[in-house]
């Protein structure tokens, strides 16, 4: 996969990627965060690479495994009483 170029669009709230042989592709990451992200913590995570690193988030999104990578890289301790 040889993208030409990724960035967030804040007015879609969308990954968009641009490949090499002209396919465009846009990742909605509210729905991704609906559907994966389980609590803040791995909210913040994504966050957190859809702004600083899109390309790592788009090729997470696309090819990874984005729940394991959640579990692991987060971590979540409820608050007790």
Not at 7 to 18: G, P, R, S, W, Y
């Amino acid at each position: 996969m040889n993208i030409l170029s990724c960035a967030f669009n804040m007015d879609t709230a969308c990954v968009e990627l641009k490949m090499a042989d002209g396919t465009l592709i846009s990742i909605d990451c509210t729905a991704v965060e609906n559907e994966i992200a389980g609590n803040m913590y791995q909210r913040s995570e994504l966050d957190y690479l859809i702004y600083n690193d899109p390309v790592a988030y788009a090729e997470l999104i696309l090819n990874g495994d984005p729940e394991t990578y959640l579990k692991t890289v987060t971590v979540h301790k409820p608050f007790e009483n």
